[in-house]
């Protein structure tokens, strides 16, 4: 029974180094999409184009994509962690 126990615990935390490593990749996603999104909010074409269409484009996704990316990346390296 105490065997049967020990098996089950380490299966559960057998998928957190995956879920961390997605966490990573996900983090530096977002961070690259934040970096690219400021680069192209910093343009002046992206003035000219937000004062005339009025609406969000490529630019402002990439912003709201970073940033949730970014905040998904930290909750997964920093969240709970099964270890017991």
Request: hydrophobic share 50%; charged share 15%.
């Amino acid at each position: 029974m105490i065997i049967l126990r020990h098996r089950s615990m380490e299966n559960q935390n057998e998928g957190l180094p995956m879920i961390k490593e997605i966490s990573r990749a996900v983090l530096v996603c977002g961070i690259l999409l934040l970096i690219l999104g400021v680069n192209v909010y910093d343009s002046s074409s992206f003035g000219i184009s937000q004062f005339f269409s009025g609406s969000p484009d490529k630019t402002t996704w990439m912003l709201a994509g970073g940033a949730v990316a970014v905040v998904l990346g930290l909750v997964g390296l920093l969240g709970r962690s099964k270890t017991a």
